[in-house]
């Protein structure tokens, strides 16, 4: 009888070094990012992207025949058309100034309300047990779906009923019930994640509940809060549909009072230029003051 030999393939040769690890999509990309030619691509997408507002900026320090006769980029040829008349003009028009207030007046509080009442709902349902949570949860999600279009009509006639409409209070309660969902969506997802050891510890340490959430969870939760109340702030300030609807029309926000500039005196470009860029100016300040605090919770919240 004879035997067959078993033929055993040959195994690979082994590297000699140490085997790296592919890695993944995201990091090769971030490590291919630093090559001069991307870096350049980056940089012209940025000056296209802030070309209107450049123009906008420059458009606003000249005069209105000078907007009138050439385009905004003459003034890299002629600098000495540059000139501060427009704001002048700008800072004497009560209107124009007045709405500025407004808009602060509407602003301000709608963003601290979202901010305070979401985190604290934030945490009540990440970290409080209490009858149908999730089920509660649910209908806050399901809320973030709801256009603010089908609710313009109905909220109109409630706040003609309780006294509230062309208030200012009552554009500031529209923007934080719409601004609330989100809120509390995005921060009870960011509470859920601290851990649960943490929270026990202080717990054991005598910490009540407001003091274990002013202590522990908002220290921990400042990134995504200052996420929010960037977003919020945004929403708010740049608003004009709602501000037409519910504002008062003697004191409108500064979104209306340039539209219902466009609309009386359609050549009044020495007031409108510089209000556009003054009220472009403010949302850019609030952004740049709190960016550290927005990219850590923007990255917080893609890692997690």
Not at 182 to 203: G, M, T, W, Y
Not at 277 to 289: G, T
Request: aromatic fraction near 10%.
């Amino acid at each position: 009888m004879t035997t067959v030999d078993r033929v055993v393939p040959a195994e690979r040769p082994r590297p000699a070094g140490p085997v790296r690890a592919r890695q993944p999509l995201p990091a090769r990309i971030a490590a291919r990012a630093g090559g001069g030619a991307l870096r350049i691509f980056l940089i012209l997408v940025a000056l296209f992207w802030l070309m209107p507002s450049v123009g906008l900026l420059l458009s606003s320090l000249r005069s209105p025949q000078q907007i009138a006769e050439s385009g905004w980029w003459r003034v890299l040829a002629q600098p000495a058309q540059l000139t501060w008349d427009n704001y002048s003009q700008l800072l004497s028009n009560g209107k124009v100034m007045g709405s500025l207030l407004t808009t602060a007046a509407i602003t301000v509080p709608a963003t601290l309300l979202v901010v305070v009442i979401g985190s604290l709902a934030g945490y009540a349902f990440a970290w409080l047990d209490f009858p149908a949570r999730d089920g509660w949860f649910l209908v806050v999600v399901g809320l973030l779906v709801v256009p603010v279009q089908v609710a313009l009509i109905p909220v109109a006639k409630l706040f003609g009923a309780v006294g509230l409409f062309e208030t200012t209070a009552g554009v500031i309660l529209f923007h934080t019930a719409f601004g609330l969902p989100f809120a509390v969506f995005l921060l009870r997802n960011f509470f859920a994640e601290i851990p649960r050891e943490l929270l026990e510890a202080a717990r054991l340490d005598g910490a009540g509940e407001l003091r274990l959430f002013t202590r522990v969870v908002l220290p921990l939760g400042g990134p995504a809060i200052a996420s929010l109340g960037i977003f919020q702030f945004l929403w708010v300030w740049n608003d004009m549909l709602v501000a037409l609807i519910f504002a008062d029309s003697g004191h409108p926000p500064i979104t209306v009072a340039l539209q219902q500039e466009v609309r009386q005196f359609g050549n009044n470009i020495d007031v409108l230029a510089p209000g556009a860029f003054l009220s472009m100016v403010v949302p850019l300040i609030v952004f740049f003051a709190f960016q550290r605090q927005f990219v850590s919770g923007v990255m917080a919240g893609a890692v997690k």
